[in-house]
Structure formats: structure tokens, C-alpha cells
């Protein structure tokens, strides 16, 4: 018997310079995803979804203090994000939480025509991609 989890995402641990705001602009978005808190400690907080789940960290071993999207490294996270209406709603609301739209000129097919999407950057720099279905 095949194992069913073999290749699937387990977590995404991103080291932020700033835990509380990674907590209140990240908790928004992945709150607004299904997520649920999963772990908290003094330096990071975990949201988790089904089996994977997504840590912010502010650890004492930063190198640094930015992180750049355009940077070798991670450039974004993309979720599915449900109806198009459900996609709209998160961009609106996304200024008020600290995200702002990248590409807002070609909203919302920056991924080209076919593609209905949100791209969203926070304070910190990290982008994601919110995807609406079909």
C-alpha cells in the first residue's frame, strides 16, 4: 500500500523580523484561508491546515533583517483561495491588514488571462498568490 502522504507539504517555516507583526498580517491571511493557530511560543506561531501548517518565526540566528522576494530563495507562497468573489473580497480587505496589491495595474490576471489571481505583498516583504478556483 502506497503511502498517501509521501511528497505532500508538511510546513513552511518563514523567519520574520518582526513576530508581531508577522502574527497580525499572516493570522489575518491564513485565518481568512481556513487555518486554524496551531502552536505559539515566544518567538513563532504556527497556523495549520489539514496536515500542513505554516510557521513565522523571529529567531535569534537572523542573518538579517529584510527579506527580498526577488532574492535567490523563496519568492512566494501560492494558495488556493475559492471563488472569485472570495479572491476579491481578500484583495479589498488586504490594505486594512497589512498587505498590499503587487500588480495592481493588471488585477486579476497578472498571471496572464486565463489565470484569476491575487498577488499580495506584507511589511516584510513576503508575497503570496491567491488563486481563485476554475
Same mark, same amino acid.
Given at each position: 500500500? +502506497?503511502? =498517501?502522504?509521501?511528497? !505532500? ?10 513576530? /508581531? ?42 542573518? /538579517?533583517?529584510? &527579506? ?7 519568492? &512566494?507562497?501560492?494558495?488556493? +483561495? ?9 484583495? +479589498?480587505? !488586504? ?16 498571471? /496572464?488571462? =486565463?489565470?484569476? +489571481? !491575487? ?5 516584510? /516583504? ?5 488563486? !481563485?478556483?476554475?
Amino acid at each position: 500500500m +502506497a503511502d =498517501e502522504s509521501l511528497g !505532500a507539504l508538511h510546513h513552511v517555516e518563514l523567519w520574520v523580523p518582526d513576530l /508581531g507583526r508577522a502574527r497580525d498580517e499572516w493570522g489575518w491571511l491564513l485565518s481568512g484561508l481556513g487555518y486554524d493557530q496551531y502552536q505559539d511560543w515566544p518567538r513563532g506561531r504556527s497556523w495549520r491546515r489539514g496536515s500542513t501548517y505554516i510557521v513565522v518565526e523571529e529567531s535569534p540566528a537572523l542573518s /538579517g533583517r529584510t &527579506h527580498r522576494r526577488t532574492a535567490p530563495g523563496l519568492n &512566494h507562497l501560492a494558495f488556493h +483561495a475559492g471563488t472569485r468573489q472570495q479572491v476579491d473580497m481578500v484583495a +479589498a480587505d !488586504a490594505p486594512a491588514n497589512g498587505w498590499t496589491e503587487l500588480f495592481p495595474d493588471k488585477y486579476p490576471h497578472a498571471g /496572464g488571462p =486565463e489565470h484569476f +489571481a !491575487a498577488y499580495l505583498v506584507n511589511s516584510d /516583504g513576503f508575497e503570496v498568490e491567491l488563486i !481563485a478556483a476554475g
